[in-house]
């Protein structure tokens, strides 16, 4: 199955200023994150970030923040955005039945998300290197959990393309400067 830009909603799940920096690979994390989020502007694909108990844990990491449309930030105290009534709602209105995924950390909050939308009836890719966990363990066996159940794991630049589609277009022009 490919990601349809028609049919995509991306999910930042907690990407926020007391959680990046301890992750592993951090840059890596947020260049990928920022690269989804511009791309998902481009191409009018719905943006949702979630923030973790942003009063201890901190809003979305600031590079990442700027880029958020306005009201995309929604804060959550469930580990899965899937549990959490007011995101998961915001997901069923968008209409969307496609969600790509992202953030921090890849073994708790973001794994818990995918399945619990892939439980729900949704087709769920997450790009695996636009997460982290605080150990690349950690990281590791997400992952390969996640494939195990039917997600689709996936690097960024493959989330890009298949939104793309084609080559050629404006949209393309202005998507492959970033990613060179």
């Known amino acids: 199955m490919l990601i349809d830009a028609s049919r995509s909603l991306f999910l930042l799940v907690d990407v926020q200023e007391g959680l990046g920096p301890v ?3 951090p840059r890596q994390v947020y260049r990928n994150c920022a690269l989804l989020l511009r791309a998902a502007a481009r191409l009018d694909v719905p943006v949702l970030a979630s923030e973790q108990y942003p009063k201890g844990l901190g809003a979305t990491m600031g590079e990442l923040r700027g880029l958020l449309p306005e009201g995309a930030a929604m804060e959550k105290l469930h580990f899965s955005c899937a549990a959490d009534p007011a995101i998961a709602e915001r997901v069923r209105q968008s209409g ?3 969600i790509v995924v992202a ?5 708790v909050c973001v794994t818990q998300t995918a399945l619990g939308f892939k439980a729900a009836g949704f087709q769920v890719f997450v790009a695996h290197d636009a997460c982290s966990s605080r150990l690349a363990v950690n990281h590791a066996v997400a992952m390969a959990r996640l494939a195990a159940n039917g ?8 989330v890009v393309f298949e939104w ?3 080559a050629g277009t404006a949209e393309f ?3 492959i400067a970033l990613i060179k």
């Open 23 to 25: 992750m592993a690979e």
């Open 96 to 98: 969307r039945d496609q």
């Open 103 to 107: 953030g921090i950390e890849a073994h």
């Open 151 to 158: 997600i689709d794991v996936m690097p960024t630049e493959s």
């Open 164 to 166: 793309l589609h084609r």
């Open 173 to 175: 022009k202005d998507l």
